[in-house]
């Protein structure tokens, strides 16, 4: 450590101790969960060629093609052991719980037609949680749907709600031991990405607003019906939905037009296109999945645009009467702003519209070196811990990502996860990073100064003591 370094970190200790004491140990309850998130599509891979979804043919027919380079077969936990094997690598670091997906597809290949090998190999990625005592959270669908129901025009046409329901029905017969459930993920981005925003995504409408509608009223009634029945079965279980949230904060705070476009692109954009409110009953908790915050602005040219961001899930960068503005200089790998004070402000308000228990189904950074992974760890989880203080009911914590796994039509390049993997031999390396996670994790405790001087640089520390005054206002 460098002379220089120490003045930074006497710095930050100093202010600590003036002002923002109360910020060095900061604890959670006993049954908080912590734990680290995937997909079945991101993580399964498809050697054996079984599967198909509507983004194995997309990534055939697609216009784009197919992102995966030749050789790829990242986690590859459709595998038997592989997963397996990351389970105890994510026990070892501590964590409580796992997000995994079921793909749809490999349970009902055809229609009515049910894949019993698929279902065993499912049962033994639960049997291996249980065995490392990690609690599981299953998502039903996380954005690939069965190719079949694809050809019926998947979430457009009613017929997606009824065998949503069937498939959740057995889903919960057969694994009716696991205590979480996530119906579909970020259902208001199936729409966006997939019929309004340029064609990115399967199956790839450039701007047809008559069948987004269409896809978020069957996507609401099949939380809907799949709540019904899951809690029919098994009344315990606890079912939700993960829900993909922005902070939109107005650029300029003194701006009245500013602070009305930022807080109707939040209440439009957070309520999921009004998805939250349609399910809001059937749902016992609200899964959050948070990455990043932009400051907005009125544009009145924007009348009846919509546009995404390069490289990005759900980013919107214009939309009717405003636009987004990127915050800071702080990013990831994929240039998301990274906004840990937005998150606290986030958390609060989801709880506050809502009123139901809040459970962080992702939260995470694209980071290939990991050199920023720790401060954005560190800094979003004193946010959610501020959340906690001011009386959000927060029940969880699942980073986005266990590992590094497939980013959609980024493939593999984007690096999300905790355990490092190497997408061609498939070799995993345990970042530094997850270390910090690591001791939040076993002592249910953030120590605030001292992980900030174990495992921040010195301008990060600069810019988490501001971060810390910032929440403090
Ligand atoms: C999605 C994940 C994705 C992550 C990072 C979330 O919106 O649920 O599938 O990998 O963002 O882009």
């Known amino acids: 450590m460098n002379i220089e370094s120490e003045a930074g970190r006497d710095r930050f200790v100093f202010q600590q101790e003036e002002s923002i004491q109360q910020n060095l140990k900061r604890s959670f309850s006993p049954e908080f969960k912590f734990g680290s998130s995937v997909s079945a599509f991101q993580v399964e891979g498809n050697l054996d060629g079984t599967r198909r979804t509507n983004w194995d043919v997309w990534f055939e027919k697609g216009p784009e093609g197919s992102p995966i380079q030749s050789g790829e077969i990242g986690p590859n936990w ?16 501590g964590m409580e719980a796992q997000r995994f997906g079921i793909e749809w597809a490999r349970i009902e290949p055809e ?6 090998e698929a279902i065993k190999r499912y049962h033994g990625m639960l049997d291996s949680l249980k065995n490392l005592g990690i609690e599981p959270m299953i998502t039903l669908n996380h954005f690939s749907i069965p190719e079949w129901l694809a050809k019926q025009g998947g979430w457009e046409n009613k017929s997606s709600r009824t065998a949503f329901k069937a498939y959740a029905e057995r889903m919960v017969d057969e694994f009716g031991d696991v205590p979480y459930w996530i119906t579909i993920n970020e259902p208001a981005n199936i729409a966006t990405i997939g019929y309004l925003s340029g064609g990115e995504w399967p199956p790839g ?14 996507v609401e009634a099949a939380n809907n019906e799949a709540y019904e029945v899951i809690k029919k079965t098994k009344p315990e279980a606890q079912v939700g939905s993960a829900n993909y949230v922005i902070w939109f904060e107005p650029d300029d705070p003194n701006s009245k037009i500013d602070r009305a476009v930022a807080k109707a692109a939040r209440t439009v954009y957070n309520s999921g296109l009004r998805y939250l409110h349609h399910t809001k009953d059937s749902s016992d908790f609200i899964g959050i999945d948070f990455y990043t915050g932009f400051n907005v602005r009125f544009n009145p040219s924007n009348i009846s645009k919509i546009t995404m961001e390069d ?6 960068k214009k939309f009717p009467l405003g636009e987004t503005v990127k915050r800071g200089d702080l990013t990831s790998d994929m240039g998301w702003p990274i906004a840990p004070d937005f998150f606290l402000k986030a958390v609060q308000e989801m709880y506050a519209r809502y009123k139901k228990p ?4 992702e939260n995470g950074i694209a980071d290939r070196d990991d050199g920023m992974r720790s401060f954005y760890l560190l800094s979003h989880l004193v946010s959610l811990h501020e959340a906690v203080e001011r009386g959000v009911d927060v029940r969880g914590y699942y980073h986005w990502s266990s590992v590094d796994n497939l980013e959609w039509m980024e493939g593999y390049g984007p690096k999300f996860g905790l355990i490092s993997v ?9 970042r530094q990073s997850a270390e910090l996670y690591k001791e939040i994790a076993k002592s249910h405790e953030i120590d605030v100064n ?9 301008e990060q520390i600069e810019r988490f003591s501001q971060f810390l005054d910032r929440i403090q206002e």
């Open 205 to 218: 409408r450039n701007f047809d607003p008559k069948a987004a509608l269409s896809v978020m009223h069957n």
């Open 111 to 116: 229609q009515g037609q049910i894949n019993q």
């Open 422 to 430: 190497d997408s061609t031999s498939g070799e995993r390396t345990i």
């Open 450 to 458: 001292r992980l900030a001087h174990d495992y921040l640089t010195e």
């Open 358 to 361: 809040i459970i962080i189904t």
């Open 78 to 93: 459709w595998t038997p052991g592989e997963a397996e094997k990351d389970f105890e690598r994510l026990a070892a670091l």
């Open 311 to 316: 490289e990005a899930i759900g980013m919107v």
